[in-house]
């Protein structure tokens, strides 16, 4: 059913003086309305007991249209003081939610905006704002596009007003416009979206769109939904999501460098967030990762073919495979650590032999070191590895509180100049990671708030 709830004003049911339909009968006309609400005051119910012309017209309507039309009567028999909009504003929305309320699933629910005092009209604007309801307000602009004159006559011969009415052709002019314009509520809402999505924040921004209608987050709810399980490093639900519906956000495709590539923007994320513990916690995964990438593809060490699971099915050193000469080298990887160690500590007393256990970053780099003749990669790996060292740990097995200055303190670098090496890094690998994708996840962001402003735009009803 197509439903209309409608104040009524001085033009209602058909003007007087120029015998156009009033805004509530021309909404009943080109929106097919099969059941209407009538608020009347207490000056438009003196009128209506008066003649019954509201209804009148309506039942002609139709007659014309050869269907029935609902009229409901809703009658505030002592309000006289039109112009204060306070008391239409708790009577409105009491009467509106008592309409949605019975509404089933395939109604479609109208509210006129055009009949009443200006006190009426702002009521309803309001309460649109605050409730954000699910239905198409009407406006209806005058037939001669200028105020409306009103002439209100002591006895109306009804007929003769509908014989005389100018819209009876069926091909009379639509006036009707639906309100396009979003509540302040929505607004204020995507703009608190769209500040998440600044600040990476998508689970914020995917929860406050969640509260919002339904229509009006259509455009991008999947989008931010993507983000979001972008953001937990979720590749699986990014691809299913970019299938359905062709939001393209990731520009690695495929394998090792897309999962590679995903957690150091994630890294990124969390230097911009400025949230170090998270950032200095998380680098240890993609520092031994690229380390092995780095190696097999500049120094032709592939690890994997010198490791084992152990019990618990976690990779670790084979002490059998790292004795036996790399191919190629007259060395092996056990020779290499041990000296690189013993080096490294040489300033103590007694310095036992490398702990070959589970595959870390320390072992790897003397490995880069040896094996691949590029002393500015191993400056960039052998950064790296210090932050982890100094840094890292204390993060991982300690509460404590990290800015800035502290990791700088400790290492030597901001998190930001971190972040940098880290990236360069991603040069030394085969992966082909263009400049530019480094900022894939703003230009997901811009692409997600232009949706949300696009959608404004679109001709949909608030």
Known sequence: MNILFSPLGGTDPISENNFYDGSMLHICRHYDIDKVYLYMTKEIYEKHEKDDRYRFFINKLAEQKNKEIESVIIADKERDNVQEYDPFLFKFEEEINNIINELNDDDNFFINISSGTPAMKNALVILQDLNEY??????????????????HGKVLELELMWEMNMEL???????????KCPSLSRLRKEEIIKKHIDEYDYRAALSVAGDMEKNSTKNYIDELLSAVN????????????????????????????????????????????EEYIDFVRGITPIVVELFEVVLKGRGKLDINKYCTLNGYKVRVWDTGKIAKNIPGKDTNIKDIVNKEYKIKHSD?????????????????????????????????????????????NLAAHDIVALDSND???????????????????????????KPEYWDSYDDMNKELKRRISEHREETTSC
Not at 169 to 179: L, P, T
Not at 355 to 365: D, P
Not at 370 to 384: G, K, T
Request: hydrophobic share 35%; charged share 35%; glycine share 4%.
């Open 134 to 151: 699910n239905c198409k307000f009407i406006q209806v602009s005058t037939p001669i596009k200028k105020m409306n004159e009103h002439t």
């Open 230 to 273: 972008r953001y937990n490093l979720n590749m699986k639900k990014v691809d299913n999501e970019y299938k359905k519906e062709g939001f393209d956000i990731t520009p690695v495709k495929a394998g090792d460098a897309r999962k590679l590539f995903e957690y150091a923007l994630w890294l990124n994320i969390k230097v911009k967030r």
């Open 169 to 179: 052709e069926k091909e009379g002019n639509n006036r009707c416009v639906e309100s």
């Open 407 to 433: 990791i700088k303190n400790r290492t030597g670098f901001t998190p930001v100049q971190i972040m940098d090496k880290i990236k360069k890094l991603f040069n030394y690998t085969n992966f082909g990671i």
């Open 348 to 392: 103590k007393d007694k310095v036992e032999e490398f702990r070959f256990g589970m595959i870390y970053s320390e072992a790897l780099l003397y490995l880069i070191k040896n094996l691949i003749d590029d002393e500015v990669l191993f400056d960039i790996a052998s950064n790296i590895r210090t932050v982890e060292e100094k840094v890292r």
